[in-house]
């Protein structure tokens, strides 16, 4: 597996709360993503960014923001978690754009109750 | 923006028959179509990608196709194992700092010996 790690691996919080994912890579890679995948829907882009400080949405950035001060680091966040972001939550990297091949990381899962 | 449609959703098969999964994609411009197969609990992994300029690409018992004209993709596994029993994942990019990969909604592959 490329080297890219997520924190915190399982998460339960209650609805309101903020709650901060993070991403962290060893590969130098230019790239980095969020997706959710939720039952039937299979993996949807929340978030990518192409550079330090340099970000974009995906389909799905509704109650969603990031950042990346670091190449290593992107940091996902949820301001007010709501039930309907219950989800599993995959980081992802890839060292050129969307179409060189992207690696993910080992998911966290995410329960707002 | 880019919608991709897999079929079927679920396909059950015996040890040893083929497998095939097929993709739909409506971007024209897509350029890259990578195969994805998640084992439960786990992350995604690439398990074979195709580009535009290649109708067919084969690794040992896996191969994709690509139509572009139709603009249809097919993953083809032939003898089949069990340890192929996974959820696979189809996806489309047309690159570039705005081409979003995005996904279908997954094939669960159930293979019984």
């Known amino acids: 597996d490329a080297g890219i790690t997520q924190s915190p691996r399982h998460k339960v919080t209650e609805t309101g709360t903020p709650v901060t994912l993070r991403c962290h890579q060893t590969?130098?890679?230019?790239?980095m993503y969020w997706y959710r995948q939720d039952p039937g829907h299979g993996l949807r882009l929340i978030h990518y960014?192409?550079?330090?400080?340099?970000?974009d949405k995906g389909e799905v950035s509704d109650g969603y923001s990031v950042s990346r001060s670091k190449t290593e680091d992107f940091l996902l966040t949820l301001e007010s978690a709501t039930s309907s972001q219950t989800s599993v939550y995959f980081c992802?990297?890839?060292?050129?754009?969307?179409?060189?091949?992207?690696?993910f990381g080992p998911g966290t899962r995410l329960t707002v109750l | 923006g880019e919608n991709v449609e897999q079929h079927p959703s679920t396909l059950s098969v015996q040890e040893g028959d083929s497998a095939v999964i097929k993709c739909t994609y409506s971007?024209?411009?897509?350029?890259?179509f990578p195969w994805y197969k998640q084992e439960l609990g786990k992350r995604p992994q690439l398990i074979i990608d195709?580009?535009?300029?290649?109708g067919e690409k084969k690794d040992q018992r896996i191969a994709v196709t690509l139509n572009k004209t139709a603009k249809h993709f097919s993953l083809h596994i032939t003898e089949t194992q069990p340890e192929d029993s996974a959820v696979y994942f189809c996806?489309?990019?047309?690159?570039?700092?705005?081409?979003?990969?995005?996904f279908g909604k997954g094939t669960k592959l159930s293979v019984k010996p």
């Open positions: 971007d024209s411009a897509s350029n890259y």
């Open positions: 996806a489309a990019s047309s690159g570039g700092s705005q081409g979003n990969l995005i």
């Open positions: 195709i580009r535009s300029n290649v």
């Open positions: 590969e130098n890679h230019r790239y």
């Open positions: 960014s192409y550079g330090v400080k340099d970000t």
């Open positions: 992802a990297i890839s060292n050129r754009d969307s179409s060189d091949t992207q690696y």
